[in-house]
């Protein structure tokens, strides 16, 4: 197991709670950038200059934050109440172990009633997120533990067989590590443009810090890394992908020319990758960062993802070396222009 994306997706990131994840993600790129900082927002960022006068800018993107949980109340016997902050599917919630960000921090459960106490009929129906509970064990959670305070889920990444990953938030800690590794190669290559890369935060609620870095860096290109559906037998096969490439998202969101570039370097460098056609909104933040100022010409390419927004979302870890080289034998090529829609 890479020991370096391990610590990445132990570092707690709830959206809008991200400052664990930054500093995390900070000292992973600050070896291969002239310099780094966390902005005021939360987010990441790190430059790459090129040297040249006059040079284009290209700003790399991958989210650091991760779907959680909030409390909302605290009840008699340790009890919590909560809600979701991002994408949560209630249905894989109950008996979940949870870690509640307090200080110091705390394990709680997820309360399920068990099936002998159920009326008859209920054990088919689903429980809503606001009827459930969280134990904590505490007798008095009200002087330990308050209202608006993250959750996570409690797991550790884990190796499945033939070098997959398993981990609560490798959407997008896979994404961000695949531009440390990026950036590792093009430090060694002379380049004709410059790079600023971000780990941005709230992606999973408004894409704030994609947003924000944008508009700062004023980029005449952008490349977000994200992840997409991989295939299982019980996926929908027009919706999945294999693993084992990169997947190049291809839209009316997306620079054709920037996308075309792309597609070229991945055959010459014997990439594996498939086109991903994104109709209309992408659901990333190379949607929103593309309207930035005057605009932005957008690349989006995607880690294939199995079992996304749960705690065992499974990659390929080859596919993240093979996002990074892509992104890196493309840059180290570009030189700042390509062909209009």
């Given amino acids: ?26 000292e992973l790129l600050a070896p291969y950038c ?13 430059w790459l200059s090129c040297g040249k006068a006059d040079a284009k800018t290209v700003l790399l993107d991958a989210h650091l934050d991760q779907i959680g949980f ?25 008996g979940a172990e949870v870690t509640i960000l307090s200080d110091p921090p705390r394990y709680g459960v997820v309360s399920c009633m068990p099936p002998h106490l159920l009326k008859a009929g209920e054990e088919d129906k689903a429980v809503p997120m606001h009827e459930m509970l969280i134990d904590t064990g505490l007798m008095d959670a009200r ?14 990444p884990c190796e499945l067989e033939n070098g997959q990953l398993c981990g609560k938030c490798l959407d997008d800690r896979a994404g961000f590590y695949a531009l440390v590794l990026a950036m590792k190669m093009l430090k060694q290559y002379d380049r ?41 037998p019980d996926a929908p096969s027009d919706e999945t992908f294999e693993m084992g490439r990169v997947m ?6 997306l620079h054709r020319g920037l996308t075309d570039g792309l597609i070229r370097t991945a ?6 990758f498939d086109i991903e056609v994104m109709e209309g909104n992408t659901g990333t933040n190379a949607w929103d960062m593309q309207v930035v100022r005057s605009g932005i010409a957008m690349g989006l390419l995607s880690i294939p993802l199995k079992y996304m927004h749960t705690p065992i979302e499974t ?27």
């Fill in 143 to 156: 002087g330990a533990i308050r209202i608006g305070t993250p959750i996570v889920f409690r797991e550790t």
């Fill in 192 to 232: 004709a443009v410059d790079i600023v890369v971000c780990g941005s935060v709230h992606e999973e609620t408004d894409s704030l810090g994609a947003l924000a870095a944008a508009f700062r860096v004023r980029p005449e290109y952008g490349i977000a890394v994200d992840v997409t559906h991989a295939k299982t």
């Fill in 34 to 46: 002239d310099r780094t900082e966390i902005d005021a927002n939360g987010s990441v960022l790190g």
């Fill in 267 to 272: 055959r010459a460098c014997e990439i594996p």
């Fill in 70 to 94: 909030m409390v909302t109340d605290v009840l008699d016997g340790g009890f919590l109440r909560f809600t979701q902050v991002g994408g949560v599917d209630p249905r894989m919630l109950l």
């Fill in 1 to 26: 197991m890479n020991q370096e994306l391990y610590r990445l997706c132990c570092a707690d990131g709830v959206t809008g709670f991200e400052g664990n994840a930054a500093a995390s993600a900070r």
């Fill in 315 to 341: 990659i390929q870890e080859s596919d993240v070396e093979l996002t990074a080289k892509l992104i890196a034998e493309f840059l180290r090529d570009f030189d700042g222009e390509v062909k209009a829609r």
């Fill in 248 to 253: 190049v998202g291809m839209g009316p969101n």
